[in-house]
């Protein structure tokens, strides 16, 4: 079963404007984190952002948030003040606490920043 | 800086032929992955190696096997190469994989299939 959705196959944003890329995950795991991960036309994967299911707060790096909601299991990432250069695929993936530890990664979502 | 290095950026091969896709990383995590990429799918994990000469299936391992005779060093095997193995290939590496250790990621290859 998947258990990481990313609804939003492509996005546009407008330069200089926030963003915010969706995410929602299935887990019946107390303990699992979630990772935001940007892919450039290069290939290779960046890794950006880090949320701990256990983190009272939410998770910042730079012009980089997560949004979140333990609830509604979503954990949107937000990015601040777009730049050509965040032009890019954007993958939400999550570790469970608990079997292999490996990763689940979602669809993607290609984002697209207009001058 | 941790790096991982894939042994090709782009392969082309043809239909039956064994190809090798050789991963190494230079931080001695005792974790290797091999993942594929395919659009509108994310990336699904073929297998993992949580230390030499060890290896775990992952969610697709059928027409697949790996080798890890040393721990810097991961290889993805296709015995007999089929056009649906077209596809973007990208090998991770990481220490135990716990929290917030996140997984690194080489270059990818993409490979073509005739």
């Known amino acids: 079963a998947q258990k990481i959705t990313q609804t939003q196959p492509g996005m546009f944003v407008q330069e200089k404007e926030a963003v915010t890329l969706d995410c929602t995950y299935d887990?019946?795991?107390?303990?699992?984190?979630l990772f935001w991960y940007k892919q450039p036309s290069s290939g290779e994967m960046i890794f950006l952002i880090y949320?701990?299911?256990?983190?009272?707060q939410n998770a910042t790096e730079g012009r980089y948030s997560l949004n979140f909601q333990k609830a509604r299991k979503s954990a949107n990432l937000v990015i601040s003040a777009s730049q050509l250069g965040d032009s890019a695929m954007y993958f939400c993936a999550m570790r469970e606490g608990s079997g292999n530890n490996d990763m689940r990664f979602g669809a993607g979502t290609r984002l697209t920043v207009k001058p | 800086d941790v790096k991982v290095t894939q042994s090709s950026r782009y392969l082309v091969k043809r239909t039956g032929e064994k190809v090798f896709l050789e991963c190494v990383q230079d931080?001695?995590?005792?974790?290797m992955f091999w993942y594929r990429q395919d659009p509108g799918l994310g990336l699904r994990l073929i297998y993992f190696?949580?230390?030499?000469?060890?290896?775990e299936k992952g969610d697709i391992p059928e027409g697949y096997s790996v080798s890890r005779e040393k721990k810097e060093r991961f290889s993805l095997i296709l015995e007999s190469a089929s056009t649906n193995q077209t596809s973007m290939y990208l090998c991770a590496s990481s220490l135990v994989p716990r929290g917030r250790e996140t997984q690194y990621f080489g270059p990818g290859t993409r490979l073509l299939v005739l």
């Open positions: 887990t019946s795991d107390p303990s699992y984190g």
């Open positions: 931080m001695d995590h005792e974790n």
């Open positions: 190696s949580y230390d030499v000469k060890m290896k």
């Open positions: 949320q701990g299911s256990y983190d009272q």
